[in-house]
């Protein structure tokens, strides 16, 4: 008996917390923003009775690196659910310990939840072999997080970075062994759309990561269902 209210909880809950931010059709929140650049396509779409302009927005592409284990990894291809994707390297003197941190705090939030997947990207390709990664990642245990740390493999991170993720990641010249990079969490929906960043050098700015986190699983079981 036990078992069957769990599960009817796991079922009813998704639509119960959009009843609560949606009640009768009209938004009690604001939905996420899709960062980047912005194209009207010329068509229109019919919801609720209207003529909405339709919009095509900036899309990651899929791409393929090697992760931890040595293996390739194609990210965003097949992903169906959410990913939390950040930007570092291991000899990084600065906020990157921090960062992963913060990754982590994230990731044990959602471990159980198979829609969302977290990539930490290297930019110093070089350096962070696979092995150097994957000594670096023992201490977070990233398998039981559905938790990959990338690094060079079939294409290119600093274009990755760039015109994927819109962030920068570049080597910095004054400095040896030194990378300039983005020192937030990029939050990306099913349709590989960006949806946030959030600095970890503030610590509401990751907790609201898990909160809008939270809201767009709601908004994506939404959709995804069939009622």
Known sequence: MKKIVIL???LILPGFLYYLLEKKGENR???LPIYGEKVLTGTFSNRMGKQVP????????PFSL???QGRPVTVLANDTGIAVVNFFYTRCATFCAHMNDE????????????MVNFYTIT???VYDTP???????EAYQPATKKWHFLTTGKDDVYDIARNGFLVDAVQDTTRPASFIHSSSLILVDSHRRIRGYYDVNHKKEIDR??????LLLVQEIREASPY
Do not use: C, P, W
């Open 8 to 10: 009817a909880v796991i």
């Open 103 to 114: 990754m982590n705090r994230v990731a044990d939030r959602f471990s159980a939840n198979g």
């Open 209 to 214: 990561l898990i909160d809008e986190l939270k």
């Open 54 to 61: 339709d919009t095509l927005f900036h899309q990651i592409e």
């Open 123 to 125: 930019v110093d390709t």
């Open 66 to 68: 090697t992760d931890q």
């Open 131 to 137: 092995d150097v990664l994957r000594k670096y990642a």
């Open 29 to 31: 929140y604001q939905k």
